[in-house]
């Protein structure tokens, strides 16, 4: 009998504390709904801007409508970093962004207030203006993508949350961050809010575009070091890669197969920021959780697909990490859900081939360049509340996690030397930008980023 008023009364303990948490839950999802929305203004391919910095009659630069109409990257949006491989696209046709034009624009003394206005918009003098656009590059959007952007008005730039479309053209800077809309020469920064939560206005001049899909939109963030050269795609030849560096217009880029394919590295006991720049220098992607970026010192305990399997230029590798500080460079999420990355963009099919037991094939990194002298701040961390994450991606196998390293030997009898200890693999990794196919010779590396991960498993 007390047996039977023991069991009873621990099975009403275990309901009430299963009631406490659906009502917790349930107060959580009300609070998300509650949440509110960020209101974003569309702005179309080749539509003028009604507050423009600089002329659009005049030519400074020119949108690629057929990038709209459907050859654009379409797949899961959310947040992206600044040298992913593909995120953005070039042309061979001549330059989309006359960035020469604009420098003498905004150094005329007859144009002094609205110079004023620009290099305050993205938090330089005016003598930085120069410098600044030198170090810009040239390219074309492949996803819708959310900025800061900014209008002139009564002498002043007046910001306001914006999606630019696909195939507007821009100029980023050395972190892959938008920088200015080519065609007006409006300067942009980077969207902070919450990329799952925005009310996109369109209008009778920017209306809804075909293929526009709310939850395929992007955000870019910035690359976790300065990047030398971007990884693009030809939006008129998918299958033809560009290599640009970074500062230039296009008369020194280099093409490169984009069909070509390159085996995932082992990336186990590396740090997610390490991880992130080899996957980036081989001409692969990183996926990760739409909460925001994981901590630069996370350690990977995984990838999905594992070590050795063989993806095209632009494919997705989604990381499993464990532990960091929030500190450390990343934005310090640490919740275990996965986003969907953007599409390649690149014909055949995004299955991976099975696991190949030979190693990687070598990339084409370049050295870091030189530091810059002045720009504006990369803000790395949104000041509002990270996007939720989205739909798993599209590889659905389980990730796969590497052995643990083997065990040392024993130890041998007291009378003998002591055993020696096998020293902990390497975890440094490239610190060059992102590159095509394999060019030159092997990357640089730096000392890993100290942090001791922690038990707190995080999936990116």
């Given at each position: 009998m007390a047996l039977r008023v023991f069991v009873h009364r621990s099975g009403k303990t275990a309901i009430r504390r299963i009631a406490v948490l659906l009502v917790l839950v349930l107060a959580l999802s009300g609070c998300d709904r509650d949440a509110p929305l960020f209101m974003v203004k569309a702005v179309a391919a080749g539509v003028p801007s009604l507050a423009p910095f600089f002329d659009e009659s005049q030519g400074l630069g020119r949108d690629d409508t057929r990038v709209s109409a459907g050859s654009a990257a379409r797949g899961g949006g959310g947040l992206q970093q600044g040298d992913t491989p593909g995120l953005y696209g070039g042309s061979r046709q001549p330059a989309i962004c006359d960035v020469v034009r604009l420098k003498e624009f905004l150094t005329d003394p007859a144009n002094e207030r609205k110079a004023q206005a620009w290099a305050a918009a993205l938090s330089l003098t005016t003598d930085g203006i120069p410098g600044y656009l030198d170090r810009l590059t040239p390219v074309l959007l492949r996803h819708d993508t959310l900025v800061r952007n900014h209008d002139y008005k009564k002498g002043k730039a007046a910001p306001f949350n914006a999606l630019l479309q696909s195939g507007i053209a821009i100029l980023v800077d050395e972190q892959g961050l938008p920088a200015v809309k080519c065609s007006c020469g409006n300067p942009l920064r980077p969207f902070e809010g919450d990329t799952t939560r925005i009310d996109v206005e369109f209008d009778d001049r920017n209306e809804e575009w075909k293929g526009y899909e709310k939850a395929s939109v992007v955000a870019v963030r910035p690359a976790p070091r300065k990047v030398e050269r971007l990884a693009l795609v030809d939006v008129d030849e998918p299958d033809r890669g560009i290599s640009r560096p970074v500062g230039t217009t296009g008369e020194d880029d280099t093409a490169f197969d984009t069909r070509e394919r390159r085996a995932v590295p082992d990336l186990a006991g590396a740090t997610f920021g390490q991880a992130s720049r080899r996957l980036a220098d081989e001409g692969l992607a990183v996926g990760f959780d739409g909460g925001g970026l994981p901590p630069d010192d996370a350690r990977v305990t995984a990838s999905d697909p594992p070590a050795g399997t063989e993806l095209r230029f632009g494919e997705y590798v989604t990381l499993s990490v464990a532990g960091g500080s929030s500190g450390s460079g990343g934005s310090g999420s640490s919740d275990g859900s996965t986003s969907t990355p953007p599409g390649s963009g690149t014909p055949g099919s995004g299955t991976p081939t099975s696991p190949s037991p030979s190693t990687p094939s070598?990339?084409?990194?370049?050295?870091?360049?030189?530091?810059?002298?002045?720009?504006?701040?990369?803000?790395?961390?949104?000041?509002?509340?990270?996007?939720?994450?989205?739909?798993?991606?599209?590889?659905?196998?389980?990730?796969?996690?590497?052995?643990?390293?083997?065990?040392?030997?024993?130890?041998?009898?007291?009378?003998?030397?002591?055993?020696?200890?096998?020293?902990?693999?390497?975890?440094?990794?490239?610190?060059?930008?992102?590159?095509?196919?394999?060019?030159s010779s092997g990357p640089a590396t730096t000392d890993p980023v100290s942090g001791t991960p922690s038990a707190t498993s995080t999936t990116a």
């Open positions: 070598p990339s084409a990194p370049s050295s870091p360049g030189p530091g810059a002298t002045s720009g504006p701040p990369s803000p790395s961390t949104p000041s509002s509340a990270p996007p939720s994450a989205s739909s798993p991606p599209a590889s659905t196998r389980t990730p796969t996690t590497s052995s643990p390293p083997p065990p040392p030997p024993p130890s041998p009898p007291p009378s003998s030397s002591p055993a020696k200890t096998t020293s902990a693999p390497p975890t440094s990794a490239p610190v060059t930008s992102s590159a095509p196919p394999p060019e």
